[in-house]
Every structure is written in structure tokens, then in C-alpha cells.
């Protein structure tokens, strides 16, 4: 150390320090308490804005397209819905891909655990799809709620059926399971532990489902054991891609049961009612 200028020593600590940042493993600078909430906040954020983005959109399109629906009843419109929700999946889903593809410098499938699944994993994840559907609509008999719930609402029409129908079956398993059981179930996996990550995202996935089902708490307590079984099946597996077929088989055990029962979505109304 005494051939080296004594001015340069804060410069050689500096250079020390950043060679070992960046010679430290990759995993270990993935899925930091920073970006959890940075994360939350813009999922947060955007959770707020997405709504009013619709309904600006809304009001400059409306004496364009000679839409009449009034402002008051757009909550309840299914058009109105899966366009709000459109509006807040696709900028989170490029928020996810620019945090792990740029920021982790990792392959956003790898990233996000989708492991390769053999058939007859991927037939089990499809059966136990169905059989959790299946459980649900028996517990839902023998305990029916006393009263109807906001989702309810967005069946107004066959039109409505189809399209709130096709977003549940073909959108909302990826996107949910991105968040829950992709993004943080890695970040609490990872900050405190595999049992956490199970129970927390568990929780919030049930609390995001909670104003659909508000006063049907039937509905709301089931939807947390869905998601308690989505959460087992990321943390037994490693993987997202089980809990996404797994959701994905579940919704649409759900939605075909709905269109068989209500002769393809014509009597879609009095089915719901009921």
C-alpha cells in the first residue's frame, strides 16, 4: 500500500466496492425491497388512474360515437370494465417486462419461474382446476349468499356475458397470477420467505376480489381458499406456469358451467338473479 499515492485511496475503495456490486451474484440483486415499492407505488398509482383515463377517453368519444350511456352507470357497464381494467393491465405488464428484461438483465420468462411442465403435470394442473370450480359451486349451494354482489351487475346482456366471459378465461388468469404469484411471490419469496409469500399473496389476492363480491363474504372466503391453492402450487413447484393453468382451468370450469346454464348466455339475466 505505500507505492500508492495517498489521494488515490478513497478512488481505489470507490473502484474496490463497485467491482464487487457488480461481480456479486445476479440473484442476490433481483427482487430488492427498493423495487417492491417502487412496484406497489406504480401499481398503486395506476390502479387510481386507470379509471379516469377511462372516463376521459369516455366523455371525448361519447358525442363521436353517439354513445348513451350515461356516466353514472358505467361501473356496471361490462364494455366500461374490461376496457378500465385493459387500461391498467397493459402498462403493468410492461412495467413487469422493463423490470426484469432491463433492470434484472434476465429473460422475462425466466424471470418470472414459468418452468417447462411435462403433460401430465399440466393435465393435473387442468383437473385440479376443474375439481376446484367444481368445489366451489357445491360449497356455494349448500351455502348460498343472502344477496346479490357487484360482478353480478356486469351480466346485464348475452353481449356483456361473452365479453366479461372471454376476459375471464383468456386475460384476468395471466395477468392476476403475474402479479400475485410472478411478481410478489418473488419479492416476499425472497425479502422473508416461502411461507409468506404463500400466505400474503394469498390474502391480497382475495382482497383484490373482495369489491366483485362485496356482501356475498361466501363468495369473498372462497376466493381466498382459490387463492390459497393458486399460492400452494407456485411454492411447491417454483413455478408460475402451474397456478396460471390452474386459474385459467378454473375460470373457465366457471364461465362454461354459466353458458351451459343459462342456454348459451340467452337467459343470462334470470340465471344470475337468482
Known amino acids: ?3 500508492i499515492p495517498e489521494g488515490n485511496i478513497p478512488e481505489l475503495v470507490r473502484s474496490l466496492e463497485a467491482s464487487a456490486t457488480l461481480s456479486a451474484p445476479l440473484e442476490t440483486r433481483r427482487w430488492r ?9 406504480f401499481a398503486g398509482m395506476w390502479l387510481l388512474l386507470a379509471p379516469l383515463v377511462a372516463y376521459a377517453g369516455y366523455a371525448v368519444l361519447r358525442p363521436i360515437m353517439g354513445w348513451q350511456v350515461h ?4 361501473p356496471e357497464n361490462a364494455f366500461f370494465a374490461v376496457v378500465t381494467q385493459t387500461i391498467y393491465y397493459v402498462p403493468l405488464l410492461a412495467y413487469v417486462y422493463l423490470l426484469i428484461v432491463v433492470h434484472y438483465r434476465q429473460a422475462f420468462w425466466t424471470g418470472l419461474k414459468w418452468g417447462a411442465l411435462s403433460f401430465l403435470r399440466v393435465a393435473r394442473c387442468f383437473v385440479g382446476g376443474i375439481a376446484l370450480s367444481l368445489f366451489t359451486l357445491v360449497a356455494l349451494a349448500l351455502l348460498p349468499d343472502k344477496q346479490g354482489f357487484p360482478l353480478e351487475q356486469l351480466f346485464a346482456s348475452r353481449h356483456a356475458a361473452y365479453l366479461v366471459g372471454g376476459f375471464a378465461v383468456l386475460v384476468a388468469p395471466f395477468m392476476e397470477e403475474l ?4 411478481v410478489l411471490f418473488a419479492f416476499f419469496e425472497n425479502l422473508v ?5 404463500v400466505v400474503t399473496t394469498a390474502l391480497l389476492f382475495a382482497g383484490l376480489h373482495v369489491p366483485e363480491y362485496w356482501g356475498a363474504w361466501h363468495h ?16 411447491l413447484t417454483g413455478s408460475m406456469a402451474p397456478s396460471v393453468l390452474l ?7 366457471l364461465m362454461t358451467g354459466l353458458f351451459i346454464g343459462s342456454q348459451h348466455f340467452r337467459e343470462i ?3 344470475v338473479n337468482h
Request: zero cysteines; charged letters at 10%; aromatic letters at 16%.
Open 1 to 3: 500500500m505505500s507505492d
Open 33 to 41: 425491497s427498493a423495487d417492491l415499492f417502487f412496484f406497489l407505488a
Open 71 to 74: 356516466t353514472q352507470v358505467l
Open 179 to 182: 402479479i400475485f404469484r410472478g
Open 193 to 197: 420467505g416461502l411461507r409468506f409469500a
Open 220 to 235: 369473498a372466503a372462497l376466493i381466498l381458499l382459490v387463492g390459497v391453492v393458486f399460492s400452494v402450487a407456485r411454492g
Open 247 to 253: 386459474h385459467f382451468a378454473y375460470n373457465t370450469t
Open 269 to 271: 339475466q334470470a340465471v
